[in-house]
């Protein structure tokens, strides 16, 4: 039914609402239905969104308002819409190019879903040029309602092109097509070190290119040789890139290690803005290293196979003179060969016979086309191949000479006469072939020349020049018989020539030897002779020589010996030779030796006999044919107690006839005795023998017994029982020698020998009465003799004591030969058991029966027989048993325990269990010895293996074959051994042993390893495609790993393991692995995975082990550097230990961010801060200290961008310019880095350098270098000195560099040229003045500067002719000039302004615009340096720009690199281009300033045209980029970097290269801390951990054992080298990817540095001399010689204590490397030694110390006031007996003695010298003069001196020459000696009558303090000169006379009269020269200076310019007080 309401409703939109419906029956009843209802809606549903290319809930993107994709058969869309009544029933999508459009889809219902996909389109691609097609999706919704909404359009869409993977090409090369570069694909390459790739085509129109890397690998898209990485990608310059990406191409290079023949292939991987990898591979190329090989396989000559033979080394010959032929072969295994060649020389390698021609695919010659060379000159043939890299072989063959003659013919030598035998030697030499050689040579024998009928010719190679026939034909050499060698030679082609033997005789039988005989060793000596002759005898009859022949002789040292003479009926004898041995024919002791011809005797002297027994001598005689015979002599014993030496063996007399000596007898009837006298080699002539007893009877006498019987016995004796006797024997040998012995005695015994038991079979203890074996019998026994006695008894029962057993078997005990039917007696010694075996019994019929005898010490004898046993009974068990029992047992305190299978052929007697812990020796035994049996027979426990059993003894358990025991206490994880024993009648058993162990416990749980790390809190696997797990550490110590159960998980988060995904269900492993690969798996990045490891040991029990969340980990991370050492900042060379090695390097978390950010300064938003100084100051230092220049604050400004400007211009008041500088005092430069600057250089109006300088010298100062730019032609070279002396300041021609710095500026300026440095500079404000230092108040007026015109480029002119620089400081407080005038307002500088001048350590940038050379504009650049103080001279290098600085921004860098040698490098990039080099830069300070400043080029100041516009140019500086600070370590190498995840661990190894750890394996050495920076992270991350902060590890690798040095191999020798040693650091990320790097590696140096020697010098007398004692007390010097042949010394400390090795005066101090130091500061004492101490130390950190002997204080001279002297005159007369003076005539010699100064150990040193006046400081007539210079003459001893004919004798020994000590002039003793020219020695010494002469002698202590002694003075005076003494205030005067003619008749006289003697007593004497007097020459040879005050006129006239003329000769020769 249907009901419609009638009437007109108000329903509410939004109501719902619903039917009732009532149904009533006929009987009244009725029913209630209501409908579900229904909404009112009458709204369309509002449409909110449409969005593209993502599902719902995602944000849309749009690229300029379009959303771009690449599918063109759908579009993938979401939408939303809206109805609060009746909701959404469907959307309807429809697709079109209009907005609104449905032309290319219709609308199509897209059902309830907010998003879906529009299929079945065919979308065109968008095209930029016509903007066309774009693509619109309208969406539609449809209510419950079924309303439909308004349409929502949704943003255009643009349909692009796919992603494209482009194409990789291996190889750099490249082509041009079509004026296109375009690569070009190589397949092989000969690097090995570097992979190159090119790849292109790579586009993403949609998201654009975002990244690329790239990998090597030995397989397509493999990664095994370079895992992926983005470095040495280089992209191509492209722009409006596809998805404005990066470029689509470009070049991939790596230094990779490649192997040969190995094809690798590039696999780029790009990565687009999505996420998207485009791969594409190359096709390969493989390394070609190797050359072709070229093979020479023929010559045309026969050699052997092998190309070796056919080599350069190897020589060849032919016949043929017609032609050459060669055949050969080219292979290349690696890539292709392009080109080969042949050619033929006389040399290898050369063509002189035939051209090198292209011999490419060709392999031989033709025949005829080559035709070799003759003469004997080698054809060889070279050949080249080219391969397809470019390698070039060489193969050269052996020589191929041409030889067409045959040998020349030797000489062959055979013996004349040979023996009749089978072989026959001969020689042969001198054959010869001057072309080839001797190829071989065929040997024949035969009965004539050329005949080989007796030898066939046999073929010996060239070498052989002997041969040795056998095997001769026709029965050998037959006696009698005569035959010819023949000797055929061939060459190498086969031609040969012949020689013939002489003929050769044959002997064949050997001499007839006679007979040998020794003689006596007693010599016969006839006294009557005066010489002693011995007495010869020889023997011609047999008998003659036996009865010379002795059987002994007392000699130790020789044997006489003599023979028949031999005989040969065919030839003479010719040689006999004896020898002597210890066997017959033997020649142990002397080899076969010579004896004369005419003597058949001989004494062979010189044996050593004295350990020998018996010696032979053999005789051998040897006829002419060559065959010898021996005859041997019956020898000769060498007798040692004949001569009264002990014996060599022992000799001894036994009482009894045993094998040993007896004590006790039992028979009293009988006494017997045995003896051994051999231990004397000489035989036994005659024995004789008694019996005594011990009271002194004689029971026997001497008996002599028969020849050679050695024992005796008397049975008619009667003894006494208890009585003791003993025997005496004497012996006489050949010699006649007689010796006695006596035994130790016997005793008479009687009691009888205790009997025991004896039982059969081999169980001790047991008794057996069957036995399987019928093969052997036995039995053991015990209580016999002293073992039944008791202890009590035991004392007095020593004769019970056994000496042996005797044992026997028989079938009847009854009767006594039976009881040995079987076996008869045999002695077993004292063992208590034996077995018979190897018998034949008689198997189950009868009984057999074991008697033991033994035997007592007193020869008391009992026998025992056994009770019987049965043979053929029992055997080995049939069946050995089996134990049941479970091999795990859970109980620990039951088990059950079962056995069967048990069975032997004899019945189970019983059975045996135990249980035992010691498996190892429980399996030892046997069963056995487990049988152990007491008395009655009853099984016992041995004690022996008792505690075997320790858990439950064995037990006899009878018959039964189950225990169960419940009283056990095992322990958990024991294992126990079951032991079961069965045991048959017949004694025989078995043994069966089963283990079991304890386990109650389950598994123990290890460890799960996924990635790297086993404890990792996150886990990571490096692949998506599939995941690798191991585990270890999980055991059962008791029952064992039985299998291992592996599955893989999704998961939803890292935190939560709980809710998973199964991905991979549990597999089963097997329990021998520990490891497995989930493979084909599809991994996600940021999708946390689990793993779950179920293990479950033998006992059933398992452990389940859940891993940590797994990540994927797709990225490497980044290496870094590392340096060796423990700082970072300084790289270590080298290290001396051998057990560790250290290193540290540097950690950024943070993969993104800059490692090393610089400072940056002078840019927009940047600050200067408080370290940025201006500079207010005048002049430049170091260029000219007066230039005319002034820097204030003012010219320096800053702009709101923050450019630096500053502004130099002219200055209108004054005649200079105005500047500005600005620098920045912490640039940090002392540690290098990159220094870069934008500048705008100033122009050339005021002639401005910009520059920029590291500055190291004063702050607040502007310093420079003055570049010589040659505006007056600075590039020539070619300067003449005199052309250019206006340079040089007219007093100073010797101007340095220095010099030329500090004056420079007045060659071209307006300032005063100095004056010398005698005058004083002083510069005013207005004028300048010269004011000479002598003449202070004069005053001249300055010379102008236009005065001085130079036309000289100076700079250059000082570079050509200035000195080495100096290398000591310059002295400032010396200068010739000082500033003067007003103080600077706010003078930045305040020092002493003298320094200006001074050259400091400086590196600095110039720039110069238009600057005018030659009358061009150019523009230069300068990089220059200098030294401090010039210890260097300047270097600059002058850069011609190619642009003008001053019209555009530029950027200039400064790299200041430092090397590990700390050599300093500048190298100066030009906007990014290289352009200047230098090395050697001076090393620069922590305190080096970086200035910026323009000053005036040469001083130039411009005139003013006007005022108020003055010339001036600006520089502009802006963004300045500084290196890091100093403590930044950034700035020392480039830290470790994480990848996708962090570094989970640092591992370090060691290699002996870079990036290996074939030294020391990696390990782990670093944990780093996990920044939080993703979701997962927050699992083990520390939150104190910054991503952000670089942190500095030092690593240890210690442990390790490192060589010094290692052996390789160079030039095929093996070397000794220094063994480099690299640390290799690897960051390893979780899972096991890897960034690793090396250090550069250390040098292990284990020897410390050698100091060799090191000494005191005493500065005030010497700085060189080793000294142990000074005489100055405010310092102390020493010296030393130390070096380091491996790490060279790096430094030395040095200190001073009053001890050896004390520092307690001064504490160690640093002296650099200098080996000369001095503390110039101390307060020392006198007479205290002071030690110095010396630590050198190496660049590995070993140190040695030395302490020196010390040095003394010695402040204090020797006293020699007590001390006198004594004047010699040694051929004249001496006069004493003026006070002061000694008069002496001798005018040719000098001398004195001396006493040494007493009780002085410090003096050490005595020096003489002699002058002509006391000394310079005193009042002489004439100046000092030496005659002899101070020379040592004694040591600490008095002594003497004196000259002798011009030597000085000092004591008795003449020591030194006159001529010898006169100083030499060194340029003319160098000439001397360069022109060959000997020294000679005048030693010419005469001194002038009246000669006053001052001897010194001076007392040294080691101080080197002296004190003069007192020495007169020695006139002298001849004999007959009048010497008068005057007294105080008198007057004398005499007369002198010629001789006494005149004084007699007193006339021809010269009168002599003095004044008042004012002073004391005096002496005067006085003389008349004669002719000779005037005519001698007056000197001393050891003088320089001595001009003698006699001279002859007739001599000298000449040496004046006016003539000497009416002077007088014969006045006195002098007067003078004394």
Known sequence: MTWTSMETLSLRVGGHYSVRVSAVNGAGLSTVHDTDGVIVDPTPPLMRAVFVGVLSGESEERFDGYVVQTDPSGIQAAWLATDPESGILAYWAAVGTSPGGVDVSDYRNMGIKKDGYINGLELSLYDEGTNQPIYYVSVKAENGAGEMSPTKVSSPIKVLQGDIAGIVEDGPETEIVNSDIVSVDVDYQKEDSVVTAQFGGFESQVHGIAHYEWAVGTQPRMDDIQPYTNAGIVLSGDHDNPGEGLSGSGKAQSLLPLEGSITYFVTVRAITGAGNVLDSTSDGFTVDVTPPVITIDSLGVIVDNTTTSLDVSSSHYQESVDTLTAEWSVTEEESLVVYSTFSYGSIPGSNDIYNTTDSTGISSIANGMVSPIMDGKPNILTLRSLNKVGLWTESISGSVTVDNSPPMAGVVTCPMNSLATNELTCSWDKFYDGESYIDHYQFGIGLSEGDDSVFPFMDLSADVTNYRARGLLGGGLQHQGTYYATVIAYNAVGLNSRAFSAAIAID???????????????????????EPVEDIRTCITDEECDELD?????????????????????????????????????????????????????????????????????VKGTNGAGMSTTAVSDGVFISRVSQGLPALGRNYVWDGSSTQDLDYQENSEMLSGQWDFSGDPCPIHT?????????????????????????????????????????????????????????????????????????????????????????????????????????????????????????????????????????????????????????????????????????????????????????????????LGMVTVSRFVSSLSEMTVSWADFEFTMPVMFYQWGLGTDENSLSMLTCNQLQNFNSKGEVVNDPEFTHLFDMHELTNVGMDTLVTPSDLNLEQGQSYTVVVIATDEAAQCSLVTAPITVDTTPPEEGTLQIGAFWNASIMYASKPEELEVSWFGYMDDVSGIAYYELALFEGVSCQDSTQVNVIQDFIQISANLSDYVFLDQNLQVDVAYYVHLRVSNNAGLSVTTVSPPVLVDLVDPVSGTVKDGRDYQTDRMYQSTTTSMEGVFLHLPDPDIDPCPSREFLSSGTSVGTDWLTVVDTGIWSVNPNQRILFTKDKVSHSSDGVLGITMIRDVNEERVNSGAYYYTKPDVHIGGNYQVDILAADSMVHGVTSMVFWDGPSGVVGDFNAPLGEMSWEDKIIETHECACCVRPDDVSMTTESYDEFSSYNDSSTEMPSNSSSTLVLSNNSSTVVPSNSPNTTETATSATDIVCECNCTAYFMETTKAPSTTPMDVTDQSWKVIGDELPGKTYTGDESKKGYAYTALGLQLHSGVVINGERKHYGVLWYRHNNDTSPPSYEIIELTFDPSQAWHTYTVQISIDAQDDWTAELLIDGVPVSVMADIPHLSENTKLMMTVWNRQDYVPDITDIFNPPYSKASFRNLKLPPTADNLCRFGLPFRSGDNNVEAFFAGIGSSRLLDDVVPFRQVVTPCIPCVKSCDMINCDRDCSSTHTTQYHVIVDNIDLTPEVTVEQDGVNQTVPATYYLTIKAITGSGRAGIASSDGVLVDTTPPIIVEIFHVDIDWSDTEPTEYQ????????????????????????????????????????????????????????????????????????????????????????????????????????????????????????????????????????????????????????ATQTLIPKVQVSYNTSGSLHLEDGILVIGETPSANLSAMRPRDEEEERQRLENGEEDVYTNKFKMEPGRLLFGHLEACNKGHRCSEYKVNKVAVIREGDEIVTLAKDSETSFKLYKNDEDKNEDKSFVSVATNTVQSGESMLAAGLLTEDDMSQEYTSDASVDFKPFIANPANTMHSTSRPLKHREIGRASCRERV
Not at 562 to 591: K, N
Not at 728 to 757: C, F, M, W
Request: with cysteine; charged share 20%; hydrophobic share 35%.
């Open 550 to 618: 002795v059987t002994c002789q007392k000699s130790l040292t020789q044997i006489s010996v003599t023979w028949q003479p031999f005989t040969d009926p065919e030839t003479d004898i010719v040689r006999y030779q004896v020898a002597v041995g210890t066997s017959p024919g033997g020649v142990q002791l002397r080899d076969f030796q010579d004896v004369a011809m005419d003597t058949t005797y001989t004494v062979i002297k010189g044996l050593d006999l004295m350990s020998v027994k018996e010696a032979y001598v053999t």
């Open 1671 to 1822: 005489r100055i007390n405010t310092s102390i010097a020493v010296r030393w010689d130390a070096y380091d042949l491996g790490s060279q010394v790096k430094e030395f400390f040095w200190a001073i204590g009053t001890s050896p090795g004390g520092d307690d005066t001064q504490e160690f101090i640093s002296n650099g490397m200098e080996m000369f130091a001095i503390n110039n500061n101390l307060e020392l004492e006198d007479g205290v030694k002071y030690y110095a101490t010396l630590r050198a130390i190496n660049n590995a950190g070993l140190e040695t110390s030395m302490s020196t002997t010390g040095v003394a204080v010695v402040l204090e001279a020797p006293d020699a006031s007590n001390s006198n002297t004594t004047s010699l005159c040694l051929h004249g007369n001496l006069r004493t007996d003026v006070p002061g003076v000694d008069i002496c005539s001798d005018q040719n010699t000098i001398g004195m003695t001396w006493e040494a100064i007493p009780d002085d150990h410090l003096v050490d040193q005595y020096y003489y010298s002699l002058t002509t006046s006391v000394s310079s400081d005193e009042e002489s007539v004439f």
């Open 687 to 879: 024995y004789e023998w008694s019996i005594m007893g011990f009271d002194g009877t004689v029971i026997q006498p001497m008996t002599e017994v028969p020849l050679a019987q050695n024992f005796g016995m008397n049975d008619e004796v009667s003894l006494s029982d208890g009585e003791s006797y003993y025997l005496v024997v004497r012996a006489t040998n050949h010699l006649g020698y007689t010796q006695s012995l006596r035994s130790d005695g016997i005793t008479v015994q009687k009691e009888p020998l205790l009997p025991g038991q004896v039982r059969d079979g081999d169980v001790l203890g047991f008794d057996i009465n069957f036995q399987p074996s019928v093969t052997m019998l036995s039995a053991n026994w015990d209580g016999f003799g002293y073992d039944a006695l008791s202890p009590g008894a035991a004392r007095d029962g020593r004769h019970q004591i056994i000496d042996h057993y005797e044992v026997a078997a028989g079938t009847d005990r009854r009767f006594p030969m039976k009881r040995t039917d079987v076996h008869p007696f045999i002695d077993v010694g004292r063992n208590k058991s034996h077995t018979f075996t190897d018998l034949q019994l008689q198997p189950r019929s009868l009984t057999y029966y074991i008697t033991v005898r033994a035997f007592s010490v007193s020869t008391a004898m009992t026998e025992v027989t056994s009770n019987g046993l049965k043979v053929g009974y029992g055997g080995k068990a049939v069946s």
């Open 508 to 530: 064949g039988t050997p001499p007839i030897p006679g007979k040998v005989v020794e003689l006596s060793s007693m010599d016969v000596v006839d006294a009557s002779l005066d």
